[in-house]
């Protein structure tokens, strides 16, 4: 097999290594890096599932990062997989009921994106002494919530960096908001911004590819990069949970190695998803990929008719992660199903930028069969997380009960009897006040921090440390801003102006 190198989505004909992918975030035209093969792991499952997840790990991220020696792989992995989980197993899976709980949150922010953004900055140093790169680099990121704070807690103090993170100022939850504005380190910057998280995901993408910000940048010094799963960087950790899961599920002995299992995956930008597209296309046995939406129901509605359409109401949910109606991970997914038409790619997403829509042809569609949408509301998303904890005392978080109630709805038509896996994403403690509601009915008071404790109370189950004493944090970052200010914000952080 060639040597996998990485390209643009969207028709710029150079090809890059995977350190120079990593360190770019972006292709200078706009479109995401993409492996110009997909490889496939040849490791028998007998084999695989004996190894721990930083072994898995560098297996799995050896073929996507060529250019990264086995040595340098396996000390990032032991170094972002450590003991700042609070499980050995980093990833663990449980099984409540007949339904399989994939637990992503084990990490310091208590979210799935550290499944990612714990190794990203190693990842990152690595490649910039590949590249000979003497520039700082300026990590660039917008988020819905949970991207920021592991990315800023993933960077903080990491020399050779900034990180400027934007977030939407009334879009996310007061824990999430919390955790990114008390964040210390003298390399880090946080910025609310008045619009929800594709206002902030559409300025940061507009700062990247904008040539005179960049020439400014190089003359100061900078180059940009980015902590979002636009970076492929971010996005192949994430396919190692998948495997771990299926392993898992073997050697519980809930499954035969070569079955087929299914996979439901609460989505918002696609990243998480897509990296189980991925992990399927290495070789793991995966049947259907559930997208599972919240209000917002952007992909629902294109899995069920083939047309993307971002112009419709917003809605602010208790699902904030997935308040998405600009899937940007979605970008790689048709450059695959559309055999590799970078010209047809780069087209739609200049309809849906001009436009607002596209519509995808059926050849297209049929590629992505493997994918089923699916969507829950907000009263569906709070009996879910209900009926869970009524009949097994476990406790998910709204995102977790979006995918949890989509996989009933689907189960209710389909008839599948696959073994099917809930990407739980993000612990239930991190929206306290839903949470506790669904569970116990309307609260009187507001204080999301009062409510931390009142939910321990109720269930039992211990407030988290990495949140315990989050309200008592000073606040370190004030700043806020309109959507249209954000370049000016971040060229007076670097100083630029």
Not at 248 to 260: I, S, T
Not at 484 to 489: A, E, F, I, K
Request: glycine content about 6%; proline content about 5%; charged content about 20%.
């Amino acid at each position: 097999m060639a040597t996998v190198m990485y390209r643009s989505t969207r028709g710029d004909s150079r090809l890059v290594s995977a350190a120079e992918a990593i360190v770019s975030g972006i292709a200078a035209d706009g479109g995401l890096y993409v492996p110009t093969e997909l490889p496939r792991l040849t490791v028998p499952p007998a084999e695989l599932a004996a190894l721990s997840y930083q072994d898995l790990a560098g297996q799995i991220m050896s073929l996507f990062l060529p250019d990264f020696t086995a040595a340098e792989l396996a000390a990032a992995v032991q170094q972002a997989y450590d003991d700042k989980f609070d499980t050995p197993l980093i990833a663990p899976l449980v099984t409540h009921g007949e339904v399989h709980f994939l637990e992503l949150f084990h990490g310091p922010t208590l979210a799935f994106k550290d499944m990612a953004l714990s190794i990203l900055p190693y990842l990152l140093r690595l490649a910039a002494e590949k590249c000979g790169l003497q520039e700082e680099v300026v990590i660039l990121t917008a988020t819905s919530g949970d991207t920021g704070k592991a990315a800023l807690e993933g960077f903080a103090d990491v020399a050779g960096t900034k990180i400027i993170v934007f977030f939407p100022e009334h879009g996310v939850s007061p824990v999430q908001k919390r955790q990114m504005v008390t964040q210390t380190g003298a390399n880090t910057h946080v910025v609310g911004i008045e619009g929800n998280f594709d206002d902030a995901q559409s300025g940061v993408k507009a700062m990247f590819t904008d040539a005179q910000l960049r020439r400014q940048l190089q003359q100061a010094g900078y180059v940009f990069s980015s902590a979002n799963s636009i970076n492929v960087g971010r996005l192949i950790p994430q396919i190692v949970y998948y495997y771990s899961a299926y392993l898992q599920l073997v050697n519980q002995g809930k499954l035969q190695a070569g079955q087929p299992v299914n996979f439901v995956v609460p989505t918002g930008n696609f990243g998480n998803i897509l990296a189980a597209y991925y992990a399927r296309q290495l070789g793991l046995p995966v049947h259907k990929l559930i997208c599972a939406s919240n209000a917002n129901k952007v992909l629902f509605d294109f899995f069920t008719t083939g047309i993307y359409d971002k112009e419709r109401p917003f809605f602010v949910t208790m699902s904030p992660s997935m308040d998405i109606l600009v899937s940007s991970n979605l970008e790689r997914l048709l450059y695959h199903a559309s055999n590799e038409d970078t010209a047809w790619v780069k087209a739609q997403m200049e309809n849906l930028g001009r436009q607002g829509h596209y519509r995808v042809p059926e050849t297209v569609r049929a590629a992505m069969s493997d994918f089923v949408g699916g969507y829950a509301t907000e009263e569906a998303t709070a009996k879910a997380i209900n009926s869970v904890y009524r009949q097994s005392g476990y406790l998910i978080d709204p995102h977790t009960a979006v995918a949890y109630a989509v996989l009933q709805d689907y189960l209710s038509v389909s008839g599948d009897t696959t073994p099917t896996v809930v990407v739980a994403t993000a612990s239930p403690f991190k929206f306290a006040k839903d949470v506790l509601e669904a569970v116990a009915g309307p609260q009187s008071s507001e204080d999301e921090f009062a409510l931390l404790f009142e939910l321990a109370a109720v269930t039992g189950q211990p407030v988290p440390a990495a949140i315990a004493d989050l309200q008592t944090k000073p606040v370190l970052h004030r700043t806020v801003c309109k959507k249209d200010d954000m370049r000016r914000v971040a060229a007076e952080i670097l100083q630029l102006v």
